[in-house]
Nanobody
Framework: QLQACGGGLVQAGGSLTLSCVAS????????RGWFRQAPGKEREFVAA????????YYAHSVKGRFTISRDNAKNTVYLQMSSLKPEDTAVYYC??????????????????WGQGTLVTVSS
């Protein structure tokens, strides 16, 4: 139901934009989010956006460097990543669901997940 793409290899300080297209099954989602999982680590929250109002939420580690946005007509959410650091290396997952704003950082609150796209930042 969710398909993420846009990952790749980039040098530190560079930029990448991820996109996530959702199928009709996820149209009722309240929030869309991006999470990431580095090798040997738990999946962590990166950013989220409310589908109707466009309110955004960010993890402290990416605030000011990453921007989440949406295109309602294309049912697509984007994650623009800039000033990338080696510690941003991870598989990035998009997610959606009927998630209240106070739960956007919680992985188990989301109903649908994409397959993940790998972002590798070299030093």
């Amino acid at each position: 139901q969710l398909q993420a793409c846009g990952g790749g290899l980039v040098q530190a300080g560079g930029s990448l934009t991820l996109s996530c297209v959702a199928s009709k099954r996820t149209f009722s989602s309240i929030h869309r989010g991006w999470f990431r999982q580095a090798p040997g680590k738990e999946r962590e929250f990166v950013a989220a956006i409310s589908w109707s109002a466009g309110s955004t939420y960010y993890a402290h580690s990416v605030k000011g460097r990453f921007t989440i946005s949406r295109d309602n007509a294309k049912n697509t959410v984007y994650l623009q990543m800039s000033s990338l650091k080696p510690e941003d290396t991870a598989v990035y997952y998009c997610a959606s669901g009927s998630v209240p704003y106070f739960s956007v950082t919680i992985t188990t609150a989301y109903d649908y997940w994409g397959q993940g796209t790998l972002v590798t930042v070299s030093s």
